[in-house]
């Protein structure tokens, strides 16, 4: 299987993972790359996912392309190797925003 229909399946993989767990998703255009042309568009609003279906290869470097493409969205790269679940790799500063987005007195645990 070449990698264009490879990187296709595992975006329409991630689309039905989503779908399953109650958001909406559908595979993206992928014609220019950038915030109007994620991967996968979901109901998960902010989020721009960037998918990686390989066996190996760098986050750091796949993270990378999600920043540059996500412009206001927070980049999240998806990836799933064979015979294994999916994983989300994100910048630790994008999860402890969302974190205190969604406990915004989590700050007063620390200081207790």
């Known amino acids: 299987m070449n990698s264009r229909n490879k990187g296709k399946r595992g975006e329409l993989e991630l689309a039905a993972f989503l779908r399953d767990r109650g958001f909406e998703a559908r595979r993206g255009q992928q014609h220019a790359g950038g915030v109007e042309s994620p991967d996968v568009v979901t109901s998960l609003r902010d989020v721009h996912f960037e998918v990686k279906r390989v066996e190996a290869g760098n986050p750091y470097v796949w993270l990378e392309q999600a920043i540059r493409d996500a ?42």
Do not use: C, N
């Open 71 to 112: 412009g206001y969205k927070t980049p999240v790269v998806a990836h799933r190797k064979s015979q294994q679940g999916w994983i989300a790799v994100m910048r630790l500063e994008d999860l402890l925003d969302l974190y205190r987005r969604l406990y915004p007195d989590a700050a007063v645990f620390l200081s207790a």
